[in-house]
C-alpha cells in the first residue's frame, strides 16, 4: 500500500477542508510483483478511480544508503495535459 501526502497540509476544520485534502494525496494498494529492478502493482484499491484494475510500475535503485523508487513517465490523474516523473528516496540511518 502506498499512501502519499503534500508536505504541510492544513487542519482540518469543517467537512470542506477534509475533502480539500483530498487534493493534496496520493493512495493506491495491491499485490504486487517484483522483476529485477521493477516493482509493479496490481491496483485493486485507489484513490483515483482510473487506476483500478491497473498495472502501476516503479522501478527501484539502491545506492549504499539510499533506496530510490521512480515511476515511469505518465500523465497524473490530477494534472492533465502534464506529464511527470515521481522519486521518492529513502536513506537507511544506523
Do not use: C
Request: no cysteine; hydrophobic share 35%; glycine share 6%.
Amino acid at each position: 500500500m502506498a499512501i502519499l501526502t503534500a508536505n504541510h497540509r492544513p487542519a482540518t476544520v469543517d467537512d470542506v477542508s477534509r475533502v480539500m485534502l483530498f487534493d493534496s494525496m496520493t493512495a493506491y494498494s495491491g499485490k504486487f510483483k517484483l522483476s529485477g529492478n521493477t516493482f509493479t502493482t496490481i491496483v485493486d484499491a485507489s484513490w483515483a478511480t482510473e487506476w483500478l484494475g491497473t498495472e502501476q510500475v516503479r522501478y527501484l535503485q539502491l545506492d549504499g544508503r539510499t533506496l530510490s523508487i521512480r515511476s515511469a513517465s505518465h500523465q497524473h490523474p490530477r494534472f492533465p495535459n502534464r506529464r511527470g516523473v515521481s522519486t521518492l528516496k529513502w536513506r537507511r540511518e544506523d
